[in-house]
């Protein structure tokens, strides 16, 4: 299965500031997306982030809030903007792999002052 | 909307004591049910999927059971090495591969 490599892999923010998350995966990948786990929550879409188009956002998220790059087969980034408190959080970048499984990397654990 | 529910929220075990975790769910045509393992400060990571009622599959101490309506996650005779967060997911027909999960459950196994 695909190896992900996700960074940072924690920050303390302040609000008001954005974020950039990193996500390298070892192999060329059709589909990746991104989650948010918020304490005590289920794992949540984001987005799906598409290589060549603009991403695929899930109902309550806007591409304004969290804008997410895909230059390639292997690499995407999401931004959080403009944080505030609420948006502390795990967030977590996935792939789809061969044999319809789906990999996480070790995820960003976000809190914002 | 797909929805799942996992019970129980945390269950603690000793040591070679069995037990299973459940996974409710409600899909418009389910296309597979993933089974998770998540520790502490680390991405889920992956256990089995299940497509279609009446399939089972098993991985050392864990065994996955599928019906129409819900999910177990047996675990036999557990060790301490499998105390963990294990979450269920749910991929449906119409989900564009967007995975539903549930809030899972803490298992602790004391030695």
């Known amino acids: 299965s695909a190896v992900i490599s996700q960074k940072p892999s924690r920050d303390i923010c302040q609000r008001g500031t954005s974020l950039t998350i990193q996500c390298q995966v070892d192999?060329?990948?059709?589909?990746m997306f991104w989650y948010r786990q918020q304490p005590g929550q289920s794992l949540t879409l984001i987005a799906t982030?598409?290589?060549?188009?603009?991403?695929?956002?899930e109902s309550g998220f806007v591409i304004d809030k969290f804008p997410i790059s895909r230059p390639n087969l292997t690499f995407s980034t999401l931004t959080v903007s403009n944080m505030s408190p609420e948006d502390s959080s795990i967030y977590l970048c996935?792939?789809?792999?061969?044999?319809?499984?789906?990999?996480f990397g070790s995820g960003t654990r976000l809190t914002v002052v | 909307e797909d929805q799942v529910t996992q019970s129980p929220e945390a269950l603690r075990l000793q040591e070679g004591e069995s037990s299973s975790l459940n996974c409710s769910y409600t899909v418009s045509g389910l296309r597979g049910l993933f089974w998770y393992r998540q520790d502490p400060g680390k991405g889920p990571e992956f256990l089995f999927t299940?497509?279609?009622a009446g399939e089972e599959k098993e991985k050392e101490r864990l065994k996955a059971t599928l019906t129409k309506k819900e999910s177990f996650l047996h675990i036999t005779a557990p060790k301490p090495e499998d105390s963990a967060t294990y979450l269920c997911a749910v991929q449906s027909g119409g989900s564009n591969y967007k995975l539903t999960f549930g809030k899972g459950t803490l298992l602790t196994v004391n030695p």
């Open positions: 982030a598409n290589q060549g188009s603009e991403a695929t956002y």
């Open positions: 996935s792939v789809l792999g061969t044999g319809v499984t789906y990999t």
């Open positions: 192999s060329q990948v059709t589909m």
């Open positions: 299940l497509y279609s």
